[in-house]
């Protein structure tokens, strides 16, 4: 959600430590005089309780209207890394303002600086404005993990001279920030072995030799102008492509197991992180970053009774970015139970229910190639994954060091070739060259070659 500079509700101003000693001392006076009937004394006591309650009051009509502006620069950025903030605070009062301490509300795990001073801002200035009445502010927000976080609001202190209240208010609204998974770079020597268009083309002239090429549609950005179709474009009036490039994807599909812990773990571990199912999203990011630069065109689906699949993705057109955007939105294990009723933002392209829809893959004519990235896969998962293998080619199943022996031997025995993962780090050597798929137009090879190891990428 932008920032805005919608009302937040006031806060009452409170006493500090020093205030609170004062009105004690002020009251043991008070109790003190009227004992043996010392006027003078009374006379400090009564200075002493006065002074907190004028320090709430100057706090509380001090406080000025504010309107505040975040941005992020980078807008989003991968997890471990960091962005810049930069606050633009304007005063909306006719009063100047100064002597306040400014924090940026950010939760968990993100880490932001703690309170500073803020400069001190003019009057409101609606007519001639010369930038007196507006401070800017940035700071350097540090994103440990992956996730979609609120930043905001800005959280104003402002006191007394004498320190005995302060006013604390939250100022302005909040701000999404994406954090995208970290992506390992699978072959770094081999760049895109085909263009898009290209790939799609000699896929489509060997699945559709005789395709009509004046089949034509309206042309989309990011459609290569060599597939105009120039006959149509005259009649229509319009610039037209040729629809059959759209026939012709190669399609991969990538499985990621998002069942919840276990509830030992869950007692045991409580709120905290569930690593290993970060590294398999992490995992799922490279894999399918890979899979897009080659040409594919990506289906991710989540391992989960019930869970909504998350949508296609393809080059060009963003489907890099969408695909890193909905993976930083998949809930953690302990998580999505929590925001079951919460109200949390619903995946992008919400369909059927997991079972029906993975079954659906078996009904494709060709296999494509399957990757299926696997934390603590159940055996109705496992006997999913084992009923989808003549889908897929080549079948690629990813574990992690907590999916148990018994559950590898059952991917074995079902002929899914499987890659052990401890780290990220372990991609490069787990899928180095020859070991990614390339698509059917790249080059002329079997799956079985791959699955072999008996060909190395060019």
Same mark, same amino acid.
């Given at each position: ?23 004690? *001392?002020?009251?043991?006076?008070? %109790? ?48 471990? %890394? ?76 402002? %006191? ?25 770079? *699978? ?166 229910? %997991? ?37 897929? !080619? ?26 052990? *993962? ?29 699955? !072999? ?6």
């Amino acid at each position: 959600m932008p920032a805005s500079t919608r009302r937040q509700p006031r806060t009452v101003p409170r006493l500090t430590r020093r205030g609170t000693a004062l009105v004690v *001392i002020g009251a043991v006076l008070a %109790g003190v005089s009227l004992r043996f009937d010392l006027r003078d004394v009374l006379l400090l006591a009564f200075v002493a309780i006065a002074m907190p309650v004028v320090g709430l009051c100057y706090a509380a009509l001090r406080m000025p209207k504010l309107a505040v502006t975040r941005v992020f620069a980078p807008a989003t950025v991968a997890a471990g %890394g960091s962005t810049r903030v930069r606050l633009t605070v304007q005063n909306r009062s006719r009063r100047p303002f100064d002597g306040a301490r400014w924090r940026d509300e950010a939760p968990a795990p993100l880490l932001a600086p703690g309170e500073e001073i803020l400069p001190g801002v003019g009057p409101w200035e609606r007519t001639l404005p010369s930038g007196d009445d507006t401070v800017r502010l940035d700071y350097l927000l540090r994103t440990p993990r992956r996730g979609a976080y609120p930043v905001g609001p800005l959280q104003l202190s402002l %006191g007394d001279p004498f320190g005995l209240a302060v006013m604390r208010r939250a100022v302005g609204g909040e701000r999404e920030l994406l954090v995208t998974p970290r992506v390992t770079a *699978i072959d770094g020597a081999v760049a895109r072995t085909a263009s898009v268009d290209g790939t799609r083309h000699g896929l489509q002239r060997r699945t559709h030799p005789n395709s009509d090429e004046l089949i034509a549609r309206e042309y989309r950005y990011g459609d290569p102008l060599r597939r105009v179709n120039w006959a149509a474009t005259a009649r229509r009036g319009e610039l037209m492509v040729r629809e059959e490039e759209q026939r012709g994807d190669a399609e991969a599909r990538l499985l990621l197991d998002s069942a919840p812990r276990s509830r030992g773990d869950d007692a045991h571990r409580g709120d905290a992180p569930d690593f290993e199912f970060e590294l398999a999203v992490e995992v799922a990011a490279s894999i399918g970053i890979h899979l897009l630069d080659r040409g594919y065109r990506l289906r991710l689906d989540p391992l989960e009774e019930g869970a909504p699949g998350r949508g296609e993705y393809r080059e060009p057109g963003g489907g890099a970015a969408v695909l890193l955007e909905d993976l930083a939105r998949i809930p953690a294990p302990g998580a999505s139970r929590r925001r079951e009723h919460g109200g949390a933002r619903p995946a992008r392209d919400e369909r059927a229910g %997991g079972a029906a829809r993975l079954t659906a893959t078996r009904d494709r004519r060709a296999p494509m190639p399957g990757f299926a990235v696997l934390v603590r896969p159940t055996e109705e998962r496992l006997a999913e994954l084992a009923a989808l293998r003549p889908a897929f !080619a080549p079948a690629v199943a990813v574990v992690l060091p907590t999916v148990a022996e018994r559950s590898v031997d059952a991917l074995e025995r079902a002929d899914w070739r499987v890659v052990r *993962i401890r780290r990220a780090a372990e991609l490069t050597t787990a899928f180095g060259p020859g070991r990614m798929p390339v698509p059917p137009a790249a080059r002329e090879t079997t799956w079985d070659e791959f699955l !072999a190891g008996e060909r190395d990428a060019p």
